[in-house]
């Protein structure tokens, strides 16, 4: 089969042919469809991530995939061959990722989740949605916004941020994200009622304008540590700054006034489960920036591909 692979950390991806991995108990095999890239994937490769559990090599790339399940193992009841799924694949240990035409997943993955993917969702939908989508709902869940309250998303054009515009504004809070003047509109469309153009004023200034009485939650997806201290003051007393690109250092995380925290993705079962129903119900939908094919899969993971609009996210096709 065809896959993107290391023989060790910081190796540079490439396509390559593996053998088709078979699952064993407790495992499914899943053939893959559809595959999208995460912040996540270049740090496994490079081994930044290496204390956070066991890898082996060949080590086929890739978290988040939908396809179709092909063979189960021993002891596997929650699943069955046919069934349609997707999650963060992301096995303990490590070795079969989504970047490749079959992978072998925990049927309960250690550190990931699976799930029947949506009726009527195409697979290339899917495999968008997983760990970005999961993040934005667990980050809006830990900052505790009220309904009516007001949210600054700071990089609302990306992966995160593009869930988080649409979560927010479906739990009916009030929206306003940061965005280049060309694609402003399509911010819009997301669910942002008020648009903070980069470059044409200070973030600081806009909110002031925007929010004279400051805002409930600031959400950083951006990790600039330069515009902090700005949008801390922005914050309403008790309210909260939170970064899901780990924008806050030592001096801001000890700020007492407002909630600071860098948020690690937590509880994925749960996070997945409401993705779901928030993508059933219609309120939320993936934003696909990049369409590539498997072989195009390396460049994706050095920062190519062509991007009109919204960024949103890069997904890999099979076929």
Partial sequence: MRAIAIERFGDTPKLTELPVPEPGSGQIQVTIEAAATNPLDAAIASGSLAALGEYRFPLTLGMDGAGVITAVGDGVTQFRVGDRVFGQFWSQPLQFGTFAEVCVVQAAPAFGALAAIPDGLPSHEAAA????????????????????????????????????????????????????????????????????????????????????????????????????????????????????????????????????????????????????????????????????????????????GKVTGLRGKTVLRMR
């Fill in 129 to 304: 949605l997983p760990t970005a989508g999961m993040t934005a709902i667990g980050a809006i869940d830990h900052m505790e916004v009220p309904k009516g309250g007001t949210l600054l998303v700071i990089g609302a054009t990306g992966g995160v941020g593009t869930f988080a515009v649409q979560v927010a504004a479906a739990g009916g809070i009030r929206v306003i994200a940061t965005a280049s003047a060309q694609i402003t509109e399509q911010v819009r469309g997301l669910g942002a009622d008020e648009i903070v153009v980069r470059g044409a004023e200070p973030l600081d200034q806009a909110l002031r304008r925007l929010a004279p009485g400051g805002v409930d939650a600031v959400l950083d997806t951006v990790g600039d540590r330069s515009v902090m201290p700005g949008v801390a003051g922005a914050v309403r007393n008790s309210g909260m700054l939170l970064s899901t690109a780990f924008g806050l250092d030592e001096q801001r995380l000890a700020d007492q006034r407002i909630r600071t925290a860098n948020y690690r993705l937590d509880r994925k079962p749960e996070r997945l489960a409401e993705l779901a129903r928030l993508v059933t119900a219609g309120a939320v939908r993936p934003v696909i920036g990049t369409n590539l094919a498997l072989e195009e899969g390396p460049r994706a993971l050095a920062g190519g």
